[in-house]
């Protein structure tokens, strides 16, 4: 570890991050991507093992066995000879070879076993679809917090400000002490106002910082602002709902067991062989001896579980089949909602954009009434309290409307030009 690696580690860093760098971290390090990684390794490792079923096996065998006999058992026995032969060895030295040539049952299993690597690895990939969304959602907020903090910064400028206008009136006899202390008051509400935006902006970062998987001492740090405008560019429908896709996924393989459960009811067929040595000296007093030989097996009759087993099989494929067809549903309104709350929240940020402009107005105004002494500084508090309003509903709604997009991307499946 370099020094500098460990003072971060010690002391903790800021971490920058764009908008997309957020959404490709949160992709990729969000425990839930961990464990649905986990899963289709799982299931590859699955494949591999009803695949190596398929292969010709190969067993070595070896046997050095000391035997005795008494040869008067089998009908031998002379007078005189002793019918007991001491211990002498025998020795079985072979090689086997079997290879299925027909199991339907096997082709079958390795084609579900494909379809549930494919269902995993859909769902792995719907993981990081919503782990992306949320910590793009989070970055969002963030930058929300954000813009929200500079706003109120500007808000205590201009509270000072205030005061520097009342105590020059205050010095030409056209302002009072009561127009001091209301100018004293407005600065202490907007520091109030800044320091809770300080606050919602730490635990923002801090949430951030969860998502993308940083340390406890380590800070998320923004890299760009939250777009206060608008955006008009249209979203297109990239490619179909990852959702639906491992829906999808999930009908194929309910099939694919289905199919594996009816060919148990197939005969199967394999081919074995066997060579090897007999005898009580390798090479000597011995025999080679081999077979080879076709195994034909057939479950004729198994109690039911055969039975059953496609039973279930068949209620899985029709609950798939529902999931499907209710995912599809969910999608497709959800796409909608999308692009609704999309439409919504851009009307709303150019209302929110307007009044934010009436409120700047205001203020001025306000301000240069006060300084020509055609009134007390009560308007002036009152203009800065609206514009401060104004201008938080505006970040608001800029916030709200580029989750929305954002929103509408995860829905369409289009995370380009983030």
């Given amino acids: 570890m370099t020094v500098l690696a460990l003072l971060m580690a010690l002391h903790g860093a800021d971490m920058p991050f764009t908008l997309a760098q957020a959404v ?27 695949f190596g079923h398929l292969l010709p096996k190969v067993e070595l065998s070896a046997t050095q066995l000391s035997q005795s006999a008494n040869i008067a058992t089998y009908g031998f026995s002379m007078p005189g000879l002793d019918p007991y032969v001491p211990f002498y060895s025998i020795q079985d030295v072979r090689a086997s070879v079997s290879v299925p040539l027909v199991n339907a049952a096997l082709w079958s299993r390795l084609r579900e076993s494909g379809s549930t690597l494919a269902q995993r690895g859909q769902e792995k990939e719907a993981a990081r679809s919503v782990a992306g969304l949320q910590g793009g959602l989070a970055w969002l907020e963030a930058a929300r917090a954000k813009a929200l903090v500079k706003d109120r910064e500007e808000t205590v400028k201009l509270a000072g400000v205030l005061i520097g206008f009342v105590e020059e009136q205050r010095k030409a006899g056209a302002a009072t002490r009561l127009d001091l202390v209301r100018a004293q008051a407005q600065e202490i509400q907007a520091q109030r106002a800044l320091s809770g935006a300080r606050l919602a902006l730490a635990k923002a970062q801090i949430a951030l910082g969860h998502l993308l998987g940083l340390l406890a001492s380590d800070r998320a740090a923004l890299v760009g602002d939250l777009a206060l405008e608008p955006t008009t560019a249209l979203i297109a429908t990239k490619e179909e709902p990852i959702a639906v896709r491992a829906a999808r996924a999930g009908r194929e393989s309910a099939e694919s067991a289905l199919r594996t459960a009816k060919a148990d009811e197939l005969p199967t067929l394999s081919a074995f062989g066997d060579y090897g040595f007999l005898g009580t000296h390798l090479e000597k007093d011995g025999l080679w001896t081999g077979k080879v030989g076709i195994q ?120 380009e030009g983030l």
């Fill in 24 to 50: 490709e971290r949160a992709r990729d390090s969000a425990t839930a991507n961990l464990s649905a990684g986990q899963r289709v390794a799982d299931d590859s490792l699955t494949r591999r093992e009803v």
């Fill in 296 to 415: 034909a097996s057939w479950d004729v009759f198994d109690g039911g579980s055969r039975q059953a087993k496609i039973e279930k099989a068949r209620v899985r494929g029709r609950l798939a089949e529902i999931a499907e067809r209710e995912t599809r549903l969910a999608a497709n309104q959800d796409e909608q909602d999308a692009l609704v709350s999309v439409q919504e929240s851009a009307e709303q940020l150019r209302q929110a954009m307007a009044a934010s402009s009436l409120a700047d107005t205001e203020l001025v105004l306000a301000q240069e009434k006060f300084k020509a002494g055609a009134s007390g500084n009560a308007e002036v508090v009152q203009a800065q309290g609206a514009r401060s309003q104004a201008h938080a509903g505006w970040i608001e709604a800029a916030g709200a409307h580029q989750m929305a997009i954002l929103r509408l991307r995860s829905a369409r499946g289009n995370w």
